[in-house]
């Protein structure tokens, strides 16, 4: 089965900008699209957008739009997603979250969430 | 971006009794291909969310046969048969039809 490692937690300020990773292990990069999904403490989830490594494509939600950047490196297997100009708001546990390229865009296999706390 | 609503917002159950959660979608998820891009996922406390059923009605790898789902359309049911202990968590429906993927707002699942 994919296996998913996030990076861990971060503690930012805000205007500033985090970087969070994730390594997939076990399955074929290229075969998957990384998703990457937040939680806001006590909300639910909200996709952010996602890539498609083997043709490097991404789609981000509007809302993020300008603000988030998800690149894949295939070399590591690994998808990062960076958040600029962060805000208090920002505070949420950050998942990957990847699927078979073929299985439509469901999230078969997800990380453990990184933490992003921004505060001053 | 497609709107999606769930229902109920919480759920107390007594084990052994069935459950069902309700999912609405804004438009059809029905694809042209006759599959309906519904995913539904559980977060249990503490934890990531985890893959339940895709498609509506396709259990994921080592999904307890007590959980199954049904819908097409716009109208989506996920039923639990006879809830245990370890069901307990905030479930999640999920179109995945087109990008923005959405959620919806998840329904916490307590055992009574």
């Known amino acids: 089965q994919v296996q998913m490692l996030q990076s861990g937690a971060e503690v930012k300020k805000p205007g500033s900008s985090v970087k969070v990773s994730c390594k997939t292990s076990n399955g074929t990069f290229s075969s998957y699209t990384v998703s990457w999904v937040r939680q806001a403490p006590g909300q639910g989830l909200e996709w952010m957008g996602r890539?498609?490594?083997?043709?490097?494509?991404?789609n981000y939600a509007q809302k993020f739009q300008g603000r988030v950047t998800i690149i894949a490196d295939r070399s590591t297997s690994t998808a990062y997603m960076e958040l600029t100009s962060l805000r208090f708001e920002d505070t949420a546990v950050y998942y990957c979250a990847s699927g078979l390229i073929e299985g439509g865009n469901t999230l078969d296999n997800w990380g453990q969430g990184t933490l992003v706390t921004v505060s001053s | 971006d497609i709107v999606m609503t769930q229902s109920p917002l919480s759920l107390p159950v007594s084990p052994g009794e069935p459950a069902s959660i309700s999912c609405r979608s804004s438009?059809?998820?029905?694809?042209?291909?006759?599959?309906?891009?519904l995913d539904w996922y559980l977060q249990k406390p503490g934890q990531s969310p985890q893959l339940l059923i895709s498609l509506a009605s396709n259990r994921a790898s080592g999904v307890p046969d007590r959980f199954s789902g049904s819908g097409s359309g716009t109208d989506f049911t996920l039923k639990i048969s006879r809830v245990e202990a370890e069901d307990v968590g905030v479930y999640y429906c999920m179109q995945a039809r087109q990008t923005p993927l959405t959620f919806g707002g998840g329904t916490k699942l307590e055992i009574k």
């Open positions: 890539i498609v490594p083997i043709i490097a494509v991404t």
């Open positions: 438009q059809s998820l029905l694809h042209n291909n006759g599959f309906n891009y």
